[in-house]
């Protein structure tokens, strides 16, 4: 009798296993995952104009580049770059620069930088004159280097950067005279600018000597030391 009772028991269960299958959802039908979609990275932009390495450019024209602003003359050569705030930045330098160089049509010339590459100056005909060699690596270089030093000081500032061109004649490509206005303070110094009238030749002691000095004691006043 016990027996009997344990295989109804079992068909019964049985019974209601298979109504339980016969209710159940068909399988859901397996997920396919999609990769997660890198979106394309955004073009670049170069807040730069682009114009040829020519000897001239348009006469009388503007041109910007990372905030500064550029001007030829009535000859299409550049003459004055300005900019606010200056701040550090790695070197642009490309083939324009050397090329430049040449265009004094003599040697002894380098390819110089109206705002120095390493102040967000450009590769461009517009920010590169012929400069006269000793003065791209020496008194102009170092003023470039001592606005820097300014950089690095609590609260250093390069407030402007001014530089004007003369030429001595309607032809040439090679300036005669850099003029300098660069204004820099420090956090517990006044501000400070540095106006310079350097010639674009070969400088004797002497000159060399007083733009050093004029230089220094405008860097010392301002903190950048």
């Not at 003459?79 to 606010?84: C, E, T």
């Not at 000095?213 to 006043?221: I, Q």
């Amino acid at each position: 009798m016990a027996r009997t009772r344990s295989s109804a028991a079992l068909a019964t269960a049985a019974a209601a296993l298979t109504a339980v299958i016969a209710a159940a959802p068909a399988s859901a039908a397996p997920v396919h995952t999609v990769p997660h979609q890198i979106p394309p990275a955004a073009a670049v932009t170069r807040d730069i104009d682009d114009v040829p390495c020519d000897r001239h450019l348009a006469a009388g024209a503007t041109f910007h580049a990372n905030g500064a602003t550029y001007t030829t003359d009535a000859h299409g050569r550049p003459v004055s770059a300005a900019a606010d705030n200056l701040t550090a930045s790695v070197a642009d330098r490309g083939p324009c620069q050397r090329k430049v160089g040449h265009m004094a049509d003599a040697p002894g010339y380098d390819g110089g930088h109206l705002i120095a590459a390493t102040l967000h100056g450009v590769d461009e005909r517009y920010d590169l004159v012929p400069q006269w060699a000793s003065v791209n690596r020496g008194i102009y270089e170092k003023m470039e280097a001592g606005s820097k030093r300014c950089l690095k000081a609590p609260g250093g500032r390069i407030t402007h950067y001014r530089i004007h061109l003369t030429y001595p004649d309607t032809t040439t490509l090679v300036p005669d005279l850099y003029n300098t206005d660069v204004a820099v303070d420090t956090a517990d110094h006044p501000e400070q600018t540095i106006r310079l009238t350097i010639p674009n030749r070969a400088l004797t002691a002497n000159e060399y000597g007083k733009l050093r000095g004029e230089l220094e004691r405008r860097l010392t006043a301002a903190g950048c030391d």
